[in-house]
């Protein structure tokens, strides 16, 4: 038996309670991770109150995990024990379809999620296929590094889509738990980045993160003023936005992708055949995608803004998610 200590819901939109659960024996392409660290992300919220109709309780959540691999299967290939890596949304694919084949592990039909079809890293441990834990590169700050795993990965995974020019003109739609890793992104990876909110409150963090220009979309005429400028927009927000005249801010050839799940999208099509613009979406990213953002990362330094908190104290953080406004992602960390 091998025993993993957790903190679980017992119902929807439940307290987390100490939980103990045998994860039987290690399967011979998996490896056993002994969390450090675990991001607390929107949709582990939207699982815990069971949104999607995809939950089963007792819950463990947790998908943004740093910890050291304490334990692996008789054919993992490239780990050892005592290696930091990291675990996002995905905990396994299969490895053999032609979206894993051609790089697309994230795309995988019989993809399976670290929280929704097993328990996660709410936990002392948690187990995913080798693939899925991604080594952590030295320089990487490890007690900030668990949002990137799939926040971060969300919004970095669209530069590498576009093979995004170093001089492109970018706009960030939205400065909270995605934007503000999308600026640093952007502004590391060369763009002129204008941020873009509805008010001005966060002008200065944003320009502190990256950002070059600024744009207040609940001032008159502030779309307008930017018409045709963009070759990509990345908006991070759930918010039904004026679609029209984003897609009137693209330059001819622009992308309009969205990160954010936001209900519907309602646009013209004439001004984008026009311009040959685009709308376009992604979820989180591939094994390539993480190792890459990873990479990436540690050259430029870039780390999520964190609000920290013991797991212990997950009920409180969770508490903080629902009806506070997190700085912008939520931690927890492993009780000593």
């Known amino acids: 038996m091998s025993k993993i200590h957790a903190y679980a819901a017992q119902e929807k939109g439940g307290p987390f309670q100490s939980y103990e659960y045998d994860a039987?024996?290690?399967?011979?392409?998996?490896?056993?991770?002994?969390?450090?660290?675990?991001?607390?992300?929107?949709?582990?919220?939207?699982?815990?109150?069971?949104?999607?109709?995809?939950?089963?309780?007792?819950?463990?959540?947790?998908?943004?995990?740093?910890?050291?691999v304490a334990a692996m299967g008789e054919q993992v290939p490239h780990l050892e024990v005592g290696d930091r890596v990291g675990l996002g949304w995905t905990s396994r694919s299969c490895m053999h379809c032609d979206q894993c084949m051609s790089g697309d592990h994230n795309l995988c039909p019989t993809a399976e999620g670290t929280i929704t079809h097993q328990h996660g890293g709410f936990a002392d441990k948690?187990?995913?296929?080798?693939?899925?834990?991604?080594?952590?590169?030295?320089?990487?700050?490890?007690?900030?590094?668990?949002?990137?795993?799939?926040?971060?990965?969300?919004?970095f995974n669209p530069l590498l889509q576009y093979n995004l020019s170093p001089t492109s003109k970018v706009g960030i739609v939205g400065i909270g738990g995605l934007g503000h890793m999308a600026i640093q992104f952007c502004d590391a990876w060369g763009c002129e980045v204008t941020a873009i909110s509805r008010s001005r409150s966060k002008e200065d963090e944003a320009r502190k993160l990256g950002a070059d220009h600024f744009l207040a979309t609940g001032e008159d005429g502030a779309l307008e003023s930017v018409k045709g400028h963009f070759d990509l927009i990345l908006n991070t927000t759930d918010a039904e936005l004026p679609w029209d005249a984003y897609i009137a801010a693209l330059a001819p050839h622009g992308k309009l992708h969205t990160v954010g799940a936001a209900p519907k999208i309602e646009a013209t099509v004439f001004p984008m055949i026009m311009g040959q613009?685009?709308?376009?979406?992604?979820?989180?990213?591939?094994?390539?995608a993480t190792r890459t953002m990873f990479d990436f990362v540690a050259r430029h330094d870039i780390r999520p803004m964190t609000e920290v908190y013991p797991m212990s104290e997950i009920n409180e953080a969770f508490d903080k998610l629902r009806n506070g406004s997190p700085r912008y992602r939520l931690v927890l960390t492993r009780d000593n």
């Open 24 to 68: 039987g024996d290690l399967q011979a392409l998996d490896v056993e991770i002994d969390v450090e660290s675990c991001g607390i992300c929107h949709s582990d919220l939207s699982m815990l109150d069971n949104e999607w109709d995809l939950t089963q309780y007792p819950f463990v959540g947790g998908h943004e995990v740093i910890g050291r």
């Open 126 to 155: 948690v187990r995913c296929h080798w693939g899925w834990a991604t080594r952590i590169p030295d320089g990487v700050d490890a007690v900030s590094a668990g949002p990137l795993l799939c926040g971060g990965l969300t919004v």
């Open 277 to 288: 613009k685009s709308l376009s979406s992604s979820p989180t990213g591939s094994i390539a």
